[in-house]
């Protein structure tokens, strides 16, 4: 591991207010109170919530309001974007989160899903390349962690084009399987960022 990478920043520099972001066949925007029912149901998929940490099952609409009520302000500095696809529904969702951690105070902690109809068509890979690469212009010393269970071989492959490198193995309950699961922690650093979705102006 870099040295440079474990000495922490003094105090979190925020971005932004969450942005919408365009790419070339997806719009990232912040979540609406009346997404619940499009979260909801991806959500109580137990394919999509199986390799997620904290979604249980069953989850429900009023669980998906519960988290929209925190989140749909505006409030917190944390990016939580909807991820919409034509028609302006919400079909996943890409996350960053301020996570101090060993490698910095200054790290940001990366997250994703996909509404299982849409898997396959590239359009993870594309929503979280024009995430980070908005991110970067914003914070562009900011270091990037993310992960995912060792069985979630697509999201590691996500990762792995977007320049992120495995530094460490641990277990992570799983609300959904309600069991620990074998997971992979991934880190990114803005020289290794790779990008591969252009984002119109």
């Known amino acids: ?48 919530a199986r390799m997620l940490a904290r979604i249980r099952q069953p989850y429900h609409r009023q669980d998906a309001l519960d988290w929209l009520v925190s989140h749909a302000s505006g409030a917190l500095p944390d990016w939580m974007l909807a991820i919409t696809a034509g028609d302006d529904r919400h079909i996943g969702l890409v996350s960053l989160e301020s996570r101090p951690t060993r490698f910095g105070s200054n790290t940001w902690r ?6 299982r109809n849409h898997w396959d068509r590239g359009y993870m890979t594309e929503a979280v390349a024009a995430t ?19 069985d979630n071989l697509a999201s590691l492959n ?10 460490d193995a641990n277990q992570v309950f799983s609300l959904a399987r309600n069991r620990m699961v074998p997971h992979v922690e991934t880190l990114l650093v803005p020289e290794d960022f790779r990008p591969t979705a252009a984002i119109r102006p």
């Not at 919408?20 to 999509?48: N, Y």
């Not at 990366?110 to 509404?115: F, I, R, V």
């Not at 996500?158 to 530094?167: M, T």
Request: with cysteine; aromatic share 10%; glycine share 4%.
């Open 1 to 48: 591991m870099n040295a440079a990478l474990l000495q922490a920043t003094p105090s979190v520099v925020l971005p932004a207010p969450c942005p919408v972001i365009t790419s070339e066949r997806l719009m990232l925007r912040p979540h609406r109170l009346e997404d619940a029912t499009a979260i909801a149901d991806s959500l109580s998929d137990f394919k999509v």
């Open 132 to 150: 980070l690469e908005q991110f970067f212009r914003y914070l562009p010393d900011a270091t990037i962690s993310s992960g995912a269970f060792a």
């Open 110 to 115: 990366l997250g994703y899903w996909l509404n």
């Open 158 to 167: 996500i990762q792995k084009k977007l320049g992120f490198r495995i530094v």
